[in-house]
């Protein structure tokens, strides 16, 4: 009997847990090139549409992320992207993923893993950051900073705190 009980929780597991993610496949891909990619972070929507919070995604390593990335871009390396993509992205509803260039696959796989989480307005650039390059685009180098940290401009900008007055 408790074997029975254990048994229809996990089959209840798997079903509930299946349910979660999308299957998907290539051929549920959209990809944009560097200047429709540019388009659509830059779209004004019509009167009555929301604006799109458009972010560029890059599941590259650190490393490679640090030697160069499209500016703005989140760092959220492939392997990591199953557990962290829903708080890292959150408040982000338009998503551009890229890798390093045509004959790479990390790009397409994590869009395919986007839409599997739940993500919807996925798109892969066509060519990664060397089409990007290659039309034009800058790029920044450096590691990435978290979000919620205030830059070095903002640090030295702030006054020191409770110095007295040299009156």
């Not at 290659?134 to 020191?160: L, Y």
Request: glycine content about 6%; charged content about 25%; proline content about 8%.
């Amino acid at each position: 009997m408790l074997l029975r009980r254990i048994v229809s929780l996990a089959i209840a597991s798997c079903v509930v847990c299946a349910g979660c993610t999308r299957k998907t496949s290539d051929r549920d891909l959209v990809f944009v090139t560097p200047f429709q990619a540019v388009e659509k972070v830059n779209t004004t929507p019509g009167l009555f549409d929301k604006k799109l919070n458009t972010v560029w995604v890059d599941p590259r390593t650190p490393e490679l992320f640090a030697a160069g990335h499209i500016p703005g871009a989140i760092s959220l390396p492939f392997p990591r992207m199953s557990n962290e993509a829903e708080l890292i992205l959150k408040g982000y509803d338009q998503f551009i993923v890229y890798d390093s260039d045509w004959e790479d696959t990390i790009g397409k796989a994590a869009s395919k893993r986007l839409m599997e989480i739940g993500f919807d307005n996925v798109f892969t650039l066509e060519g990664g950051l060397k089409a990007w390059k290659r039309d034009g685009n800058d790029v920044e180098t450096g590691v990435a900073v978290p979000a919620d940290a205030p830059s070095s401009a903002q640090t030295a900008a702030q006054p020191p705190p409770n110095k007295p007055s040299a009156n």
